[in-house]
């Protein structure tokens, strides 16, 4: 089939394009690259089709949904640091892309859309694992915070009231903490990596303090990229019209341990020094992932392995970088 990936140079973006090429499908890419990266895409260039454009152009996202059979809108702008710097930005690109893309693909005669949401959206869930029918919630207006989940509700709501009820087969997944190599620099991981490295001196100190946001009480369930990216294209081709389906693992592992672990995975041992934790977190997020797995999903990369290769290559880039 002839699809369309916005934000097809993002990390979990580009996960799916090669999902999708190495299925047979015929792949379009629309992304302004102002947060993806094309190199992410370098082994799979001959077999794609990449457009420069932005989802807030209407006219843009319109040509480049011409002939497709399923668009895919993964386009948004994340890492918690936007949120609260950039919240204009971020409900820019959220409404205008999600109303852009549900309004071409029903202009085109496209048949599916699916949509990248968010674990974000639930805040702080009722019930952990989390199942797909958690109420959704933005517990406090004024905080900029949730520009991005709040923006995902509405895009959610268009795909499935816009788009849904005027014919296009809307499916939402929701990925849970996707992780690996080459993510970008404004998520946990990465900034726990570059953090040891600095305060290790370049690795050279086997033994340091390393504070924390919280008590390292939190919890997340982290999942791998390639993981992340075959689960993706398993909820947007399998899953049936109108569905939603979590993205994710059910390892429930606190931030102390997740802390630990990259410590390990750099070989430095690690005194955690508890801090004040930033207003609008989640103290508790897993999801029950039931529904995909009944489609076939099943989590291939345990966190030791897939942290040790993160944060390998996180250091590496560090070290590069240090004088």
């Keep these: 089939m002839q699809m369309l990936v916005t934000g097809g140079s993002g990390f979990l973006g580009a996960g799916l394009v090669r ?11 629309l992304d302004d690259h102002s947060r993806g990266r094309p ?27 011409d002939g497709c059979e399923v668009v895919w809108h993964l386009a948004y702008v994340n890492g918690t640091r936007y949120f609260y710097e950039k919240p204009d930005v971020v409900l820019d690109v959220g409404i205008k892309g999600a109303l852009n ?31 797909e029918d958690e109420r959704l919630m933005i517990p406090d207006i004024t905080n900029p915070r949730f520009s991005y989940g709040g923006g995902k509700i509405a895009s959610e709501l268009l795909a499935l009231h816009l788009g849904g009820h005027r014919g296009l087969e809307a499916v939402i997944f929701r990925p849970h903490n996707i992780y690996g190599p080459d993510m970008g620099f404004e998520h946990v991981i990465p900034e726990i990596v570059g953090r040891i490295v600095d305060l290790s001196e370049g690795l050279t100190r086997d033994r340091i303090t390393l ?79 039931a529904k995909l797995a009944a489609l076939g999903y099943t989590p291939a990369v345990d966190l030791t392995a897939g942290l040790a290769r993160t944060a390998r290559w996180y250091a590496d880039h560090f070290l590069s970088q240090r004088p």
Aim: charged share 20%; net charge negative; aromatic share 4%.
């Design 39 to 65: 190199h992410r895409l370098a082994d799979v260039a001959d077999a794609i089709e990449i457009v420069q454009g932005d989802v807030r152009d209407a006219a843009a996202v319109r040509a480049a949904t």
């Design 211 to 289: 504070p924390i946001q919280g008590d390292g009480s939190e919890t997340r369930a982290f999942c791998y990229i390639d993981d992340g990216a075959r689960g993706a294209r398993i909820a947007g081709l399998d899953g049936e019209p109108g569905g939603i389906y979590h993205l994710g693992t059910q390892h429930e592992v606190s931030i102390r341990a997740l802390v630990e672990a990259i410590g390990a995975a750099l070989g430095v041992t690690l005194d955690i020094e508890p801090g004040p934790l930033r207003a609008g977190g989640t103290s508790r997020r897993c999801p029950a992932i």
């Design 101 to 131: 893309t549900v309004e071409a693909a029903l202009d085109a005669g496209v048949r599916r859309y699916v949509l990248a949401s968010t674990s974000e959206t639930y805040n702080e869930p009722t019930h952990v694992p989390t199942t």
């Design 19 to 29: 999902e999708l090429v190495a299925q047979g499908h015929a792949v379009r890419v």
